[in-house]
Each structure stands twice: as structure tokens, then as C-alpha cells.
């Protein structure tokens, strides 16, 4: 069973940074993209970023500029660092990985950014 574990997310005031982490138990090699979706409560998840295995980088209009999205190979895990954060940042973000055969995703992290 793939498992993809998320750490970080918190509170944080508006302007302030935070970082996710999502580790995968497999070679993120193996997987053709990775990257964070958001949800807020009522609405569909929304992709914010990702990357994909050769490394091209994705990012949501409302995002682009102050997240970015990175990876450690070596430790077979993302990460989402953001910057500049809104109130319109709030929500639960899920890590996602997708193999062509399915997607996988992490246990979700709240993110409250306080104006």
C-alpha cells in the first residue's frame, strides 16, 4: 500500500510562510507528477502545484509568485513552501501522487492564514 505522509500546515498571519512536506514510501521517481491540491469546506479541491517526474513545475494563477514547490530526491519527498500568505490561502491541502494508475494522497494539513 503507497502512502504519502504530509507534515506541516498550521496557523499563521497573513504575509507569513509555511512549509508541507510529503514523504512517499516508494521513489518519487516512480510516479509521473506529484504536487498539492486545496479544500475548502463546500468546494471542489483545486490544484495549487505540481511537478512532474522530469521536473516541469505547475502553478495555480492564484498561487504563482509567492509558492513553490520542490523536491529532495534523496529523502523521496515534496515540498510546498509559501510565502506571502492570504486569508484566501486557508484551506486543507493535500499532497497527490499519480502513477498513471491511480492517484495516491496524503492525510491532508489545515492551513489558517489570520488576517
Known amino acids: 500500500q503507497e502512502q504519502l505522509v504530509q507534515s506541516g500546515g498550521g496557523l499563521v498571519q497573513a504575509g507569513g510562510s509555511l512549509r508541507l512536506s510529503c514523504a512517499a514510501s516508494r521513489s518519487i521517481f516512480s510516479f509521473d507528477a506529484m504536487g498539492w491540491f486545496r479544500q475548502v469546506p463546500g468546494e471542489q479541491r483545486v490544484l495549487v502545484a505540481s511537478?512532474?517526474?522530469?521536473?516541469?513545475?505547475y502553478y495555480a494563477d492564484p498561487v504563482n509568485g509567492r509558492f513553490s514547490i520542490s523536491r529532495d530526491n534523496s529523502k523521496d519527498t515534496i515540498y510546498l513552501q509559501m510565502n506571502n500568505l492570504k486569508p484566501g490561502d486557508t484551506a486543507v491541502y493535500y499532497c497527490y501522487a499519480d502513477d498513471s494508475w491511480r492517484y495516491y494522497w496524503g492525510q491532508g494539513a489545515q492551513v489558517t492564514v489570520s488576517s
Open positions: 511537478i512532474t517526474s522530469s521536473g516541469t513545475t
